[in-house]
């Protein structure tokens, strides 16, 4: 059951993440995974797990939702895409041959995160709230690597 | 009613192992040591091929071991015997090493002697097939052990492990004569998922093989750690 020690990674970064927002907490509804078919890791018991962990916690309420990846492959000898199959040995079909390149299925990603910023957005008042997250809201992008790159060691 | 957000992270999920990750990593840069990340199944023989390594290498590299094991210290106790320092890391109900847990060891191994004097450092991960392969501690090697008497099937059933592989060990081929197992195709396996790693073909028992591992070990030295072997310099 590593899809615990997976979950209790998942929410060391999250908890890194909500420090850029500092001093507000953000109400998160959304995290979005990238799971690869060639990991180690079964989506449904990272769900489960997440359900445990975040109880109580300042992400209770947050759904997670997996986007599962397939694994695809790249022969070697024609450059064509494949989905390599474990009954045939991974090889590709088009030349017989064993899987040198993975093109994409290793995938273990936070992709993004939804979230409303309620303290932040409160003095904004009157405005009447848009409907949905497309193009007209004012998208505020974090930025993407720095802040847990240079975070402390853990 | 507020207005909602989102952010693009694009992080990998394990972000936070793969920095302490990192960090171990700068530590066995600065000490110019190679860390190797042992992994095999339970009973592959990890701990049988350590003592053969350990014993046959002792006077030529300074070596030290983090010992992963979930709850007893026997493993420990068994390599402490050759005359190596063996650091046991007890992880519990863990079911892998993971970055913090290999750093709580170099603390201790540090309250004992200066890993800048180590050449090798062994870290042997728990017996499981499939969650070490996602945890890095730090390695710059991964060396994945097989058994010949697991059957052939297993690289192409746990092919995580062996994909991530820069070494693959096949272990107990003094055995293959009593099994219904051809070496070939379990290297050919090997090499459906992985084609670029080496794959030896060892026994600790008979010695078969320990040369050509020691060879590939000692390239690795050569490339990560090229500073004067530390067991030399003090001699």
Known sequence: MHEVDMTKCLLLSMTEWRQLHAPHTPRVNRVHLQVGAFTCVEPAQLVTTWLVAVRGSWLEGAELVIEAVPLVGRCVRCNATYSPDPEQAYRSPCCDQSMEEIVSGRELRIRSVDYVLPDAISSAAGSPAPTSQASASPRETAPSHAPFATAPAL | ?235
Not at chain 2, 59 to 71: F, H, I, P, S
Not at chain 2, 76 to 94: N, Q
Not at chain 2, 105 to 128: F, H, M, S, Y
Not at chain 2, 171 to 199: M, S, Y
Request: charged share 20%.
């Open chain 2, 1 to 235: 009613m507020h207005m909602p957000l989102e952010d693009t992270l694009g992080l990998n999920l394990l972000a936070a192992n793969q920095h302490q990750a990192e960090h171990n990593r700068e530590h066995f840069d600065a000490w110019e040591l190679l860390c190797l990340n042992v992994m095999s199944s339970p009973g592959a023989g990890k701990t049988s091929l350590l003592e053969r390594s350990l014993a046959a290498l002792a006077g030529e590299y300074a070596m030290a071991v983090l010992e992963g094991d979930m709850t007893t210290q026997l493993d420990a106790e068994r390599l402490e015997a050759v005359g190596v320092p063996v650091v046991p890391i007890t992880t519990g109900r863990s079911c892998h090493l993971d970055a913090a847990m290999v750093s709580g060891g170099l603390k201790l191994l540090r309250q004992r002697l200066d890993p800048a004097g180590l050449d090798i450092l062994w870290v042997e991960n728990v017996g499981n097939l499939v969650c070490p392969a996602e945890f890095e501690v730090g390695e710059h090697r991964k060396v994945a052990l097989l058994s010949v008497t697991e059957g052939d099937d297993k690289p192409l059933k746990y092919p995580v492990m062996f994909r991530e592989a820069h070494c693959v060990l096949i272990t107990k081929t003094d055995l293959l004569p009593h099994l219904p197992v051809q070496l070939e195709r379990i290297e050919a396996h090997i090499r459906q998922v992985n084609p670029r790693c080496a794959v030896i073909p060892v026994s600790a028992t008979s010695g078969e093989g320990i040369e050509a591992w020691h060879q590939w070990l000692k390239a690795q030295v050569a490339a990560i750690a090229p500073a004067a072997p530390a067991a030399l310099v003090r001699a």
